[in-house]
Nanobody
Framework: QVQLVESGGGSVQAGGSLRLSCAVS??????????VGWFRQAPGKEREGVAS???????TYADSVKGRFSINKDNAKNTLYLQMNSLKPEDTAMYYC???????????????????WGQGTQVTVSS
């Protein structure tokens, strides 16, 4: 059974940085065999894709975070990361990591393409 556990959320002022982590468990070196991504959901809004990385290391970013967020993974640690810089109040949301054994190129930001989800970690950016 694949499980994902996020950490690293918190409260920060605009312009600050946070680094989210997502521990993926279930198989050894699981991130070698899965596409993984970060998604977020603000109150009253639909869940949206933020960044994703496939098993080959290719990445996709939402336009709203390009140049500010960076996704990477450590296959040996089965951990996915999201480095968030120059944070804005509109980045405030619950952030989720997700994974799929399906293969997408470019990596997908569609929530329907991911079938394993974490519980989320809250990010709050104040102005």
């Amino acid at each position: 059974q694949v499980q994902l556990v996020e950490s690293g959320g918190g409260s920060v002022q605009a312009g600050g940085s946070l680094r989210l982590s997502c521990a993926v468990s279930g198989y050894a070196y699981i991130t070698d065999y899965m596409d993984v991504g970060w998604f977020r959901q603000a109150p009253g809004k639909e869940r949206e894709g933020v960044a994703s990385i496939n098993r080959d290391g290719s990445t996709t970013y939402a336009d709203s975070v390009k140049g500010r967020f960076s996704i990477n993974k450590d296959n040996a640690k089965n951990t996915l990361y999201l480095q968030m810089n120059s944070l804005k109040p509109e980045d405030t949301a619950m952030y989720y990591c997700a994974a799929t054994f399906s293969r997408y190129f470019p990596p997908s930001l569609q929530t329907r393409n991911y079938n394993y989800w974490g519980q989320g970690t809250q990010v709050t950016v104040s102005s």
